[in-house]
């Protein structure tokens, strides 16, 4: 299958705690996009990369999470001291670099902080 | 206002039947609409893209863009209990790179 990837699949931690996330995307696709959705809402944008690049963020991100897309393949994304408001949905996506390419999702990564 | 508007629903449509989606926005310089089908605890799946003002069928699927009066919609056609499902409405703009969704519209097709 060679469609977009996403580890772990669920992700259960402790208020305080870090975590990381990995989406490897489809790949021949430049673009890379992490999204979070909670129950009821829409996804919601977080940051993206073209390539290695970051290069847009959600004024919403806060200094907590961070992505890297070291070599413009695999991405991760950390959030460090989580918070129960953390929990979430974190999906991936990927597309080409045209401007009307449309995302492609991965399964998501769940998770819960308790 | 938000950059997506959908009615959240739930809208039940018997089986055989057609569903109607609707959404609207608000920039508009927004450049290309999609629309992703949601299963309960699934990732979004993409089933329609319409870039230009007017119809595109695909299958079961209409997609309708009205650039001038900002809005786009769904018709599936010979609704099946299978398309019971959250549908997302989704767009980018000229400002940004990313795609703005809205918050769904829920759709139960009863057998």
């Known amino acids: 299958d060679t469609g977009v990837s996403q580890d772990p699949r669920h992700k259960i931690t402790k208020r305080g705690q870090n975590v990381t996330f990995r989406c490897d995307p489809i790949?021949?696709?430049?673009?890379l996009y992490w999204y979070r959705q909670t129950l009821g809402q829409g996804p919601e944008f977080l940051t993206y990369f073209q390539n290695e690049a970051q290069l847009e963020k959600s004024r919403l991100l806060s200094d907590r999470f961070s992505a890297e897309r070291p070599k413009g393949s695999f991405s991760t994304l950390e959030i460090q001291r989580t918070e129960q408001g953390d929990s979430a949905m974190y999906l991936c996506?990927?597309?080409?670099?045209?401007?009307?390419?449309?995302?492609?999702f991965g399964n998501g990564t769940r998770l819960t902080v308790t | 206002q938000k950059e997506v508007e959908q009615n959240s629903g739930p809208l039940s449509v018997p089986e055989g039947a057609i569903a109607s989606l609707n959404c609207t926005y608000s920039d508009r310089v927004s450049q290309s609409f999609f629309w992703y089908r949601q299963y309960s605890g699934k990732s979004p799946e993409l089933i329609m893209s319409?870039?230009?003002?007017g119809d595109k069928e695909d299958g079961r699927f209409t997609a309708q863009l009205n650039k001038a009066s900002q809005y786009v919609s769904l018709l599936i056609r010979d609704s099946q209990p299978s398309d019971s499902a959250t549908y997302l409405c989704a767009l980018t703009s000229r400002r940004a790179n990313n795609l703005f969704f809205g918050t769904g519209t829920r759709l139960t097709v009863i057998p």
């Open positions: 996506a990927s597309s080409l670099q045209q401007g009307n390419s449309p995302l492609h």
């Open positions: 790949s021949e696709h430049n673009r």
């Open positions: 319409i870039y230009s003002n």
